[in-house]
Each structure stands twice: as structure tokens, then as C-alpha cells.
């Protein structure tokens, strides 16, 4: 008998579930998957590893999730590369999950009254007490106990404190040439020992890792400064550190479509995320400034250091199931890190502009440009038409119509010269 007990979060992606489940980000939560039809491409193998020696189709070691609920399972899925059905991996896994929900209904809930506590019970079974996973200290949970090395004859030295770390977050590194050793999420920090310093991913309210927080500003305060990038929770402490403040959202943003404007070169990307807390952007030091900003809601997601260097982002550049369009950011810190192997020191920098230069729009040569002061006034945008719950999208909160006013903000960047 399976029961689920935690905190009920919605994901509006199409396809990832592989990734979502087993991402550490959402341990203790009950995952609603907007979209119709789950399972149709089944699981691939989680055994298969990479030339780095990780699991190829999956972001972590094991199913992180509390429970799964679906409108409805493919128990036929049709795909190449699929081993076994999701109803067998999770059961393997020892994870509850429950098909034949109204997930539009359960998640319009969630988008009026916030993220909610929720459980599955069986039938006839005693009815649990519900168990807040925001009073629990997750990363210690999700986060390695050991520290252990990948590419040990990497060109340049980066620690990855793993805070619920996602392979791709490892990939991206090594594959750039890094020698990658990861510590737990409160072991302690000795510039001296790297070139580079990387705060994963992971679960939970960032005020839980006071540990960490209280590590990174002894590192930040040393003598020697070294670069230093955080993603999703590794943004939120590195924040935290400098003297930010978060808050709990009212339900998250999670999916693979959120549309977010670089503050340098007022360029929207688009991006995937998984997060429940935020950073105030109005506690934000004079020192730091604002990275990027989410153009659904106005929330911060990222800041940067004025003259170190020292950056961090809400959004997953990394992502594997969504868009990849930040990636480039793993470029911009370890240029950075490599320049320290190398001998460099940071006692001061423009980092603002240093990414303002890797993002800003570059047009290719053989494109023909507009004018001087003669930019498009009128775009033609072609779509694939409206979408409804039960065809090809997941539903109004994002589907194609999100989508839709992701791209128009861009084209109406680009009317504007905001290239």
C-alpha cells in the first residue's frame, strides 16, 4: 500500500517526464502533469551511461517525486529507446502515482489558492496526518554525503556544492574541459582548493541551508576572489549571502516555456524552471544588480556582481527537455575559470558587460539587416492555430497560447531595435 503525503505542485511541460521525476528539485512533492497523455514514449534505460560515466536519461539517481498524478498513462508506449512502461519504473521505484484526474480542474485549484498540501491514500486505508515538506530540511536529503571527483585531469578546477545537483549540470561542465569535484551541500569551502566555485539545484526554502549560506560569505569575503555561479536553490543562497531576501511564491513556476528578459541586452529568452521561493528584487544590494527578470510575473531570476565575479541565475540553462537557449552561460563562468587556473585574479571586473557581450544579438553577416533607423514595424508570426485541453497542448496556463506571448515578446523586442 502507497500513500504520498507532501506538498502538490503542477509542471506544464509536454515531455521530460523522465527528467522531472527524477530531479531532486522536487522531492517531497506530489507532481501534477498538465499535459493530456503521460507515459507515450515510456522510460528509457537508466542504466546507460555517458562518456562522463552518468546516467544518460535521467537527471539523477533515483525517482524524487512523492507521487505522480496524470489525467491519463499510456500503458502501450510506442518509442525506440523505451525499456519499460512509467507505471512499471515507478513502481520499481517504489513511487505512488494515479491516473484518471481532471488535472485542468487540480491545477486551476493550485493557481487560485497557491501550492497546497496534498496526499493519495488507497481506499479503505486510514487517512495520514499531512506532512509539510517546507519544515524539512530537503537538501539534506537529495544532496551526495561524500565528495567524490569526475575528469580528475581537467584543465581547470571547479567544486560543485550539490544542493540536489542534476547531471546535466555536470555535463555542461565537463564537457568544457573542468575538473569537477562534488562536496555535500555543507561541506566547507576553501578557495584555495579550486578555480571555481558551482552552486547547484535543489529542493526546498533556501533559509534551510543556513550552513551554506553562512560558507559563501566567508568565501565571498576572503581575500582572494573566484568565480562563483549559482543556478535555481544555488541562485537563492548566493542571493542570501550577499544580503538578499526571498519569499515563497504563491504556486511556482515550473515548466519549460518561461519567457525571461536579459536586463543587458533586453534580449527574452526562454527558458525551464522548477522553483517555489524567489529573490526579492527590491533587497538586492547596491553592489549587485539584477540579471534577468521573468516577464510572466516580474520576478528576479538573477543577479550579478558590479565588480566580481559573481553571478547566479533562477532558470535551469542546463535543462535537458526544455530549451538549452542559456547554455552559454556555463561558457561565460568557466572563461572566467580558466583564466583563474591561468594565473588571473579578480580583484575587480565588469561581469555586467562581460554577459551583456555573450547575449546580446549578433547578426550573421549573410542576413540582411535593416537600415539605420528604418527596424520592422510589422512582424508575420505563423503558428500551428489555437490549441484545447484534450488535442495537442496542455492547457490555458501554457500550451501554445503561452507559448504564443513568449514569441510575440521577443518580435516585440526586436520592433523596438531591443535586439
Not at 499510456?74 to 505512488?96: D, F, M, N
Not at 530540511?137 to 540536489?164: A, C, F, H, T, W
Not at 537600415?371 to 492547457?395: C, D, V, Y
Request: net charge negative; with cysteine; glycine share 10%.
Amino acid at each position: 500500500m502507497l500513500l504520498a503525503l507532501d506538498a502538490r505542485v503542477f509542471q506544464t511541460g509536454m515531455v521530460g517526464y523522465p527528467e522531472a521525476l527524477t530531479d531532486p528539485s522536487y522531492c517531497g512533492q506530489l507532481l501534477v502533469l498538465t499535459y493530456p497523455l503521460v507515459g507515450n514514449y515510456g522510460v528509457p534505460d537508466t542504466t546507460t551511461l555517458d562518456t562522463h560515466g552518468l546516467p544518460r536519461n535521467v537527471e539523477s539517481r533515483r525517482v524524487w517525486v512523492s507521487g505522480l498524478v496524470v489525467g491519463e498513462v499510456c500503458e502501450q508506449p510506442s518509442h525506440w529507446a523505451s525499456v519499460s512502461t512509467l507505471h512499471e519504473w515507478l513502481q520499481a521505484e517504489g513511487v505512488c502515482g494515479i491516473q484518471g484526474v481532471d488535472t485542468r480542474a487540480l491545477t486551476k485549484k493550485i493557481r487560485e489558492h497557491g501550492s497546497l498540501l496534498g496526499k493519495i491514500v488507497v481506499d479503505g486505508s486510514d487517512d495520514p496526518a499531512f506532512f509539510d515538506p517546507n519544515k524539512v530540511n530537503l537538501v539534506n536529503q537529495v544532496s551526495i554525503k561524500e565528495p567524490r571527483v569526475y575528469n580528475p585531469e581537467g584543465e581547470m578546477r571547479v567544486v560543485v556544492v550539490d544542493l540536489g545537483l542534476k547531471y546535466n549540470q555536470l555535463r555542461c561542465l565537463l564537457k568544457r574541459g573542468a575538473c569537477v569535484t562534488v562536496v555535500p551541500w555543507d561541506h566547507p569551502l576553501d578557495p584555495s582548493q579550486y578555480d571555481g566555485l558551482f552552486l547547484s539545484n535543489g529542493p526546498g526554502d533556501p533559509q534551510m541551508c543556513s550552513t551554506t549560506v553562512e560558507n559563501l560569505i566567508s568565501v565571498m569575503a576572503a581575500d582572494t576572489h573566484k568565480p562563483i555561479f549559482g543556478i535555481c536553490l544555488g541562485h537563492q543562497l548566493l542571493s542570501v549571502a550577499a544580503g538578499c531576501t526571498t519569499y515563497k511564491m504563491r504556486y511556482g513556476n515550473r515548466g519549460h516555456n518561461q519567457p525571461c528578459v536579459h536586463e543587458g541586452s533586453r534580449r527574452c529568452f526562454i527558458t525551464s524552471q522548477n522553483h517555489g521561493y524567489a529573490v526579492d528584487t527590491a533587497s538586492i544590494p547596491s553592489q549587485w544588480a539584477s540579471l534577468f527578470t521573468n516577464k510572466n510575473d516580474e520576478s528576479n531570476e538573477g543577479i550579478v556582481h558590479r565588480s566580481l565575479p559573481y553571478f547566479s541565475v533562477q532558470f535551469h540553462p542546463e535543462h535537458c527537455a526544455g530549451p538549452e537557449d542559456l547554455e552559454g552561460l556555463f561558457d561565460v563562468f568557466l572563461e572566467m575559470v580558466r583564466q583563474t587556473s591561468h594565473g588571473v585574479t579578480w580583484d575587480t571586473c565588469d561581469l555586467p558587460a562581460t554577459i551583456t557581450s555573450h547575449l546580446i544579438y549578433k547578426p550573421r553577416p549573410e542576413v540582411p539587416q535593416p537600415e539605420t533607423g528604418k527596424l520592422p514595424k510589422k512582424i508575420l508570426l505563423l503558428g500551428s492555430g489555437g490549441l484545447s485541453i484534450g488535442q495537442a497542448g496542455e492547457f490555458d496556463y501554457s500550451g501554445e497560447s503561452r507559448l504564443l506571448i513568449s514569441y510575440i515578446i521577443v518580435c516585440v523586442c526586436v520592433c523596438r531595435g531591443e535586439r
